[in-house]
């Protein structure tokens, strides 16, 4: 069965970092894409971050000096170097992936980040 699995969130203070891991298992991670999304509070999910599987990048550009995408197809993992946090970064963070053949979506249940004092 198909699984997405995020660790590594927590509590941090402003100017602070996390990373953020996001491990796969049940299909073809490698030939999927890989993307982190979050929804904070009374806000809409937003995409936070992307990998393609042949490793383009895209960020959300409140985001794109701060943080950083990688994959490691031999562990099946994606992960979220976040740096330099703001309370405004607090939000529900999920794991995507994605194939365009036949469409299909697959989402962890999120991990929490709060940036606070």
């Known amino acids: 069965q198909v699984q997405l699995v995020e660790s590594g969130g927590g509590l941090v203070h402003p100017g602070g970092s996390l990373r953020l891991s996001c491990a796969a298992s049940?299909?073809?991670?490698?030939?999927?894409?890989m993307s982190w999304y979050r929804q904070a509070p009374g806000k809409e999910r937003e995409l936070v971050a992307r990998i393609t599987w042949f490793l383009r990048t895209n960020y959300l550009d409140s985001v794109k000096d701060r943080f950083t995408i990688s994959r490691d197809n031999t562990k099946n993992t994606v992960y979220l170097q976040m740096n330099s946090l703001k309370p405004e970064d607090t939000a529900v963070y999920y794991c995507n992936g994605y194939n365009r053949n036949p469409g299909m979506d697959y989402w962890g249940k999120g991990t929490l980040v709060t940036v606070s004092e």
């Open positions: 049940g299909f073809t991670f490698s030939t999927h894409d």
